[in-house]
């Protein structure tokens, strides 16, 4: 009996003494193969350099953002590797200084876009891309596209080619524009879920799924004069770029068949037919082509060219050592919350700080406030507009430039402002309220679980276990029409309007940039320049700078981010490569981490739900 744990003792002993230094050996083995990679990732980057008349690829890939999320620098360095990121962001300014600074340099000679991974951007940004793109074609250099198939946004950009070509076994896919969402009433009725929903606004149809089976016919109304004003606007630019008549970018059915009969069914045949491209081309005889314009590279069989991450890291500009007046520019982009938020969202706190870091910063003599949201937290909007405010008092204009979407609570923070701009396809105003609470007493009961017990108040029971009475749900929509009330007294304050003319134009319509100048919800139609513009003349600089002011990486995550990245390359496919599986439940994950973030402590939200054209 004696020998027995003695034994076991001794071969239990083996065992861990194995897998254990198994396990260290392994650790082992990939610190110092991470160790190496790092070493050859520092010492042997690639040299780059741009040959004499060499063509600048502008093969942009996943969104053109205006401000990207925030990205672990392990994931960032991993994905630099896969080379093409199509869940990546693109900062909207680095595509406008690469094209503009392009368009200056005698190196490059040409200007191909590659938009084959391109994925989103909202038409106003890609109208400040096109005219980019029009300010290099006006130094008298040419512009070419090429492309397998062309989405609705890809086409739009490649419009603006001197020469579009398609492959012969591609389409030009362009659909229009339409909003069409999913209703859930008799799905909650059916559950015996009650969707408590408070509200002003005829147009603030964010709430209409949950008490709908259908779209009411003032968002339909709204929905579609919105919808047409879009595309109206995107068919004007794509048309006067090709030269053809607006109405023959999306035939009707009836007229797609007879030209698709006329191809004999091809659908690349059509597009040479309709106008839509120029040149049928595989990539054989596009490089062909190409090398015709620029001549072959020196290296490898292809055309000069240089890549646009490539060509950005060679002409990044460098912060001026020189102090000197500064006009401040901070971006406001995603949903407003509350507290302090990454970069890519709006915080309540986080997004004053920069305010605040502007306000006390002797440098910064004006601040441009770039805003790009759909609203969001109606106390995180307020705060955010106080900050505004006593930048304002410390007599440092403050200028709006609105971007794809201000509306709701985006136009909230926008509202008090010295001087607004916006672009003519900008989604705005959303001038409304609501707030929404379901509770789930009846679904419990259906399955026996009830809730009782005792309070000293109505307030102290309210659980969304138990129904609500009828004298609660009247206060909490009284504190909503009092919120609808701060909301268009703001506006009419802000615009020199009187409340009925808010009125008659708020009630969470939303309207385009265009139709929002000529209602005076802003001063005037331009881009971030003019904003920068009128910021150098309201504050009456002669000579300034511009400074991005913005939240930092650490210098412990900017190294590690550097020195991964440098590693990527040499880091085996299957740990730089996501499942698509994996990518889906990430989509999913961030949809339903979005939802639960809303955290308004009042539960009222200034939120345009019809804003992601």
């Not at 646009?308 to 407003?336: C, E, R, W």
Request: charged residues 20%; aromatic residues 8%.
């Amino acid at each position: 009996m004696s020998a027995k744990p003695s034994f076991l003792k001794n071969i239990s002993l083996l065992i861990w003494n194995t897998l254990n230094g198994v396990r260290k050996a392994i650790l082992n083995l990939v610190f110092f193969g991470l160790l190496a990679l790092v070493l050859v990732g520092l010492f042997s980057s690639e040299h780059i350099e741009v040959e004499d008349n060499s063509a600048l690829v502008l093969d942009l890939a996943g969104a053109i953002v205006e401000q990207k999320r925030p990205v672990d620098p392990f994931e960032a360095a991993f994905k630099q590797g896969e080379g093409v990121d199509v869940d990546g962001e693109i900062l909207l300014a680095d595509v406008l200084y690469v094209i503009n600074n392009a368009a200056t340099d005698d190196r490059i000679s040409s200007l191909v876009l590659d938009l084959s991974e391109l994925r989103s951007a909202g038409v106003s940004k890609l109208q400040a891309i096109g005219e980019a793109l029009e300010g290099f074609k006006a130094t008298g250099k040419k512009v070419f596209a090429i492309g397998n198939y062309y989405e609705q946004n890809q086409y739009f950009l490649a419009s603006y080619a001197d020469t579009l070509y398609l492959n012969p076994q591609g389409q030009v896919l362009l659909n229009g524009l339409s909003r069409y969402r999913q209703y859930y009433k008799t799905a909650l009725d059916k559950l015996k879920i009650h969707t408590h929903v408070f509200r002003v606004g005829t147009f603030k149809s964010a709430v209409e799924p949950y008490i709908r089976d259908d779209m009411s016919a003032a968002a339909k109304e709204a929905n579609g004069e919105l919808l047409t004003d879009i595309w109206q606007s995107y068919a004007a630019t794509v048309a006067a770029n090709r030269g053809i008549d607006a109405a023959d970018l999306v035939p009707d059915a009836e007229r797609y068949l007879a030209e698709l009969d006329k191809a004999e069914g091809d659908a690349a045949t059509m597009a040479i037919n309709m106008k839509w491209v120029d040149e049928l081309a595989s990539d054989e005889s596009f490089r062909t082509a190409m090398i015709a314009s620029v001549g072959k590279s020196s290296q490898g069989d292809s055309f000069r060219q240089v890549h646009f991450n490539d060509y950005l890291a060679l002409v990044a500009p460098t912060p001026s050592l020189v102090p000197q007046d500064t006009v401040g520019i901070i971006v406001a982009k995603g949903t407003i919350l509350n507290g302090n938020q990454p970069s890519g969202q709006i915080g309540g706190a986080s997004t004053s700080a920069l305010l605040r870091k502007a306000r006390f910063d002797d440098q910064v003599k004006a601040v441009v406030l770039r805003v790009d949201s759909p609203g969001g937290s109606a106390f995180a909007s307020e705060q955010i507009r106080q900050e505004l405010l006593a930048l304002k008092a410390a007599g440092k204009p403050v200028v709006v430039s609105m971007g794809s979407l201000a509306a709701s609570g985006g136009y909230w923070i926008s509202a008090s402002a010295d001087y607004i701009y916006a672009t003519p396809t900008t989604l705005t105003g959303s001038i409304g309220i609501f707030g929404m609470l379901a509770t789930f007493e009846d679904s419990l009961a259906s399955l026996g679980i009830y809730t009782d017990g005792v309070s000293t108040s109505e307030w102290a029971g309210l659980s969304v276990t138990r129904s609500l009475s009828p004298q609660v749900q009247a206060v909490i929509q009284r504190n909503i029409e009092r919120g609808y009330h701060e909301f268009i007294s703001l506006v009419a304050r802000e615009r020199h309007m009187t409340l009925e003319q808010v009125d008659k134009i708020a009630q969470g319509h939303v309207w385009t940039g265009k139709k929002a100048f000529e209602l005076g919800l802003v001063d005037e139609l331009g881009d971030i320049d003019a904003a920068i513009g009128k910021a150098v003349e309201l504050a009456k600089l002669d000579k300034f700078d511009t400074r991005v002011i913005e939240q930092e990486l650490t210098p412990e995550q900017l190294f590690m981010q550097r020195m991964f990245g440098s590693v990527a390359s040499y880091l085996p496919p299957s740990l730089t490569h996501t499942s698509v599986f994996g990518r889906v439940l990430a989509q999913w994950a961030g949809a339903v981490q979005e939802f639960a973030a809303f955290d308004d402590p009042n539960g009222v939200y200034l939120y345009c739900d019809d804003c992601n054209y």
